[in-house]
């Protein structure tokens, strides 16, 4: 069973910025892609950012240029780095792990990222 740690939420102006950590820890059979997803209220759970084992990455459009994300394999660890943060951004961000021969989605408690104006 895969288990998924995150940190690094809280409350920041606008302008400002965070760093979000995921561990993930358990029985592991090959991570195939790490990526964070967020939820504001109201809305749908929206892909933010991913990174594939391979190391490319991908992001949502309004993040580009603002978001950047990594990981340190030897920790199963993903960061994203927040920069530039705007009030739209507020939302609870989940950790994501693909893993295993079928890609099973594996997903974090959330952790909440509340951007001031």
């Known amino acids: 069973q895969v288990q998924l740690v995150e940190s690094g939420g809280g409350l920041v102006q606008a302008g400002g910025s965070l760093r979000l950590s995921c561990a993930a820890s358990?029985?592991?059979?090959?991570?195939?892609?790490m990526g964070w997803y967020r939820q504001a209220p109201g809305k749908q759970r929206e892909l933010v950012a991913n990174?594939?084992?391979?190391?490319?990455?991908n992001y949502i459009d309004s993040v580009k240029g603002r978001f950047t994300i990594s990981r340190d394999n030897a920790k199963n660890t993903v960061y994203l780095q927040m920069n530039s943060l705007k009030p739209e951004d507020t939302a609870v961000y989940y950790c994501?792990?693909?893993?295993?021969?079928?890609?099973?989605?594996?997903w974090g408690k959330g952790t909440l990222v509340t951007v001031s104006s």
């Open positions: 994501n792990v693909l893993a295993g021969r079928w890609s099973e989605a594996y």
């Open positions: 358990g029985t592991i059979f090959g991570i195939n892609a």
């Open positions: 990174i594939l084992s391979g190391g490319s990455t």
